[in-house]
Structure formats: C-alpha cells, structure tokens
C-alpha cells in the first residue's frame, strides 16, 4: 500500500470497541499453556519505499539499530524493485545487510513485487490506471497473457538481488493483486473471465520458473487488500496449494461496510473478527498465515498504537497468524510510519532528523518479546475492554503475556498464572501521558495487575537469573541461543562468560556480570552497557570506525593480558 495521508481529526478519546463503559467488577485473564495454537514465523515490518532517505541519513547507523535491536525483529518485508536488468538495487541490499548483521538469522525476510515491469503490462506503466479503461494486468500476445514472460521475470529478478546477497526466505508474487491503484501496481483476478489474468496462472509460472535456482525462496499469496467477503478464498480457491508455502493478506478491509470507506476502518478492529475467524476455521493447520500488511493509512490519532495493539493480538489469538507485519518501518515527511524520517536533500529541521512515533513502541510490545518458534497459547478474559494474547517459547520456560486495556477507566485484572521458576517484569506503554516502553517492575510472584486506562502491558516471564556461558570456537552474534549453554539468549539478570569464541552484540545492556576469558572475544557493534565487565585475557573489540560505538561500564575488572581494540582492524 502506498498511500497519501489526509488529515483527519477525531472528535473521540475513547478506543471503542464492543462495550465502552469500564466492566465492574472482577477481571479475571485465564492463560493455559496446554493449549497451543500456530508457530510463531516472525513479528516486524516493511520497509518499502524511502530507502534512499534511510541509507544516506546522517544517523543511519543509530536507526539500524533502533529499527533492528530496538524493536526485536524477527521478521522484514521489503519490495521487489529490479524491473529492469539494470536497476540499483544497493539500497535495498544495505538496508537488509544492516538487518542481517544486527540479528543474525533469527528473521525471516519476505519480498513482494508492487509492478511487473511496464513492457509486461496492458498499460505500458508501472502505475496502476485507478479504474481507467487499460488495466495494469499483464498484456496479451497471440490471444494469450504472457504468463512464461511474467515468470521469467520473477527469476532475472531474484537472480540481480542474489548477485547483491539478498536472498529472501519467502516471495510474494504481486503486492495486493486486487487493487488497481494510482501507484506502482499490477492486478490479477482468480481466473481470466473477467478479462484480467488469472493469478493462478502468474503464480504457476514463476513457480516453475524459480524452482531451479540455487537458493528457491518459497512462495506466499494471494496477498490481496484485506480479508473481507472472502477474498483470500476466492483466490486460494482456485490455485495450486502446493505452490504456497503459506497464506498471505492484509487488513484493509473486513467485510464491514460500516467504516469501508470513511479512513476509520483502523479504529474498529473489532468488525474484523468474523472474517478472522473464517480465516482461521479455513486454514489453520494446514498453511501458516501471514498478515503482511496493515497500519491506518490516515491522519493519525492518539490512540492507533492501541488499535494496532489490539490488531496484532486478534490476529495471533483469533486469525492465528504466524506473522505479522506493520506497513511502514519508515516513512518520510507525512509523520507516518514507526519511525519518520527528513531527507537529507530537503536539510534537517530537527537535531536527530527522525521522530520515533507511537506505532513503534504498540509493535515493540510484539516483536521485542516474542520470538521465531514461539507458539501462540490459550489466553482468555472475561472482559470485552480487556485484550489480552499469550506466547510461550519452545522450552515452556519462557513467556509474553500482552494485554491491552482498551477502556478509559483503570482496571484491576486477576491473573492466576505463575509459571515456576520465572519473574515477571511488565513493560508499558499509555500514549495519552506519553509514556513509552517504560520497564513498570519485576515480580517473583504476579496475581494481579493493574492496567491504567487507555494502556498496553506486555508481561514477560523469563528464568531466574542464571549463568551462560559461550564456549564454541566460532564469530556469531549474541541471540543464536544454541551457541550457549544452556541452550537459550541470556538476559540482562544474567551472569555471562564468553569462553572462547566472539560474540557480536549491539545495544545490549547487562546488570550482572560479563566475563571475556582468554579466548574468548566481544565485539561490540552498536552502543552496550554492561554494569560489571571482566576481562580476563580477552579480547574487546568495536571495529566500526565512524561513530565509534559507546561501552558504558559501572565497573571494570582487568586481569593478565588482553586486548582492546578501538576502529578499524588493519589486517596487513
């Protein structure tokens, strides 16, 4: 979705939803990890349009991290923009590059394509005709659409971004295939009837176009507007399922006609659940489902990090998706996005040249504290007012309760889960007064909260403390979990001891001890507190040149010799 934002003013405070007077009386949230749903792929966002201004920001390297570490990433979709054989895709490629070094492989990347190239459609334009009479479908030579054309497209594609070593996990064929829109956009209907090509057929040509290629990313679709009056069906219906490697959609529709067309249709999640619900009844174990595109495509209001809350949690606990992906990471001048951005061509009018906006923190309530191969679990309340999803890791050891109350009244809610052995720490978020990602405390026994009006808590249940130790002779970064023993990512509680081997880390803040033994390395590639360092004949390194990352130490301990290296490496 590429859209241009209107200014919209809501003359309403409160979020609301089925019931928007507070439910006296007893709250009670009822979590049963017994029972587990679908698999969590990976939580994150896209990042299609506006690279330029991201690469060439002058805090570049502080949104990388902001965007990849900050928000816990585990999943990234970007655009297939390679229409011609001489397109530049370096943008693109840093852009994922930087992803990949901050996060390792704990994320999957998912590329879709917004146009076939302009020689390939009816219309000869990138763009979509927005209703015109020559629609953006693929052309037609000798009575036939040109599927063979289309597919081998798809491969010279993947070819250009592999030359650049982006390889993507997943593709999707066409970015919202029923929409004919005013920008880069290529249409396809279920079958050809309607004088439009059929998808089925696109989809079965770039299948069998790109299964011999070295590195075959698998394939998700229809990847149509929204989930309204059967959509997904209509096309899924009439493919090949074992083309698809998974389900995918967005949420711009429901099948509602009560806010369709009126820009509030994000302020009503809650006429989304009979279509989720189908969904869910249709294709839960038997493909994983992707909602790959959502945001509120308006002026924005105060309370959309809310709605997107409660989005994302109808999403994974009534849709059972196993990803979902904010629209826009960034987004330039129209004060959308998790992050917007000023141009470095148009000059800074801000001392950062980026504003972190509340969608960023309503994801980060996600994607931080839920991770790839975790599973959606049982979570039920008895009040419509209070929201609330629940993930465990693949251990039972860990596990994120979110809860958003949607209500203008605080709430006091029973929560009778105390899982042995773990704290609890709450974060929260109440974008009324501002407050962000603010760490509430850590509990070792939690039975009730209270959630203020108008606010997202994630609770996290993580092992007490322990010690980690990393002991396995090889360069990765800190989250690959089976790099340390016992098997899992340390946390801050945690004593750590890197034993031999070097461990890449960014933004990573430590309260109890890290210890570098002889052979062991830390390399620091973002800014890092540690409260208690030890360096005991190791190495401690940032080899990025300009800025210079920061290590913040409380206190440091140096003992036999070891090795500090600040800048560049010169390896002659």
Known sequence: MKTALKKVFLGILLIVGSNSFAQFGQTTIDIDPSVSYQTIDGIGGGIVYYLDWLTTHKNKEVLYDTLFNGLGLTGLRVGNWAQEEDADLTYDAEIIHEAQKRLGNDFFLTMSSWS??????????????????????????????????????????????????????????????????????????????????????????????????????????????????????????TVDMRQLAGINFHYYHS???????????????????????????????????????????????????????????????????????????????????CINLEFSENGYTTDDGYVIQGDYHALRHYSKFIRRGWKNISAQSNNNNIIVSAFKSPNDDEFTVVIVNRNVYNQNVKLPFSPEGTTATIIRSIPSQELWSSTIGTYNELNNIDLPGNSISTIVYKPKARTFIYDCNKSDVWSTQENWSPVGVPQSIDTTIIRSGEVKTGMLTQNAPLTIEENGTLNITADCTIDHLNIYGGTLMSSNANPLYLLTAKEINIKSNCTIIAGPIDSS
């Not at 839960?284 to 209001?301: A, Q």
């Open 116 to 237: 076939a190239p302009a020689s390939l459609k009816q219309n000869n334009a990138l763009t979509g005709s927005l209703g015109g009479s020559v629609k953006p479908t693929l052309k037609r030579e000798y009575g036939r659409y040109i599927y063979d054309q289309f597919g081998a497209w798809w491969k010279r594609a993947l070819q250009q971004y592999q030359a650049v070593d982006v390889y993507p996990n997943t593709i999707s064929i066409q970015n919202e295939v029923d929409c004919d829109a005013d920008y880069e956009s290529t249409i396809f209907d279920p079958d050809e009837s309607g004088g439009i090509a059929s998808y089925s057929n696109a989809l079965s040509s770039v299948y069998n176009n790109i299964k011999n290629l070295d590195s075959v990313p698998g394939i998700l679709g229809p990847e149509v507007l929204g989930i309204g009056w059967n959509k997904v069906q209509n096309y899924v219906n």
């Open 255 to 337: 099948g509602s006609e009560n806010h369709k067309d009126d820009g509030y249709r994000y302020n009503y999640p809650d006429e989304f659940l009979g279509s989720m619900t189908s969904l869910s009844k249709d294709y839960l174990n038997k493909k994983p489902m992707y909602m790959t595109e959502n945001s509120s495509l308006r002026g924005r209001d105060d309370n959309d990090p809310l709605y997107m809350a409660i989005f994302m949690s109808y999403a994974f606990s009534v849709n059972h998706v196993a990803s979902y992906l904010h629209w826009n990471l960034i987004w330039g001048d129209e004060g959308d996005g």
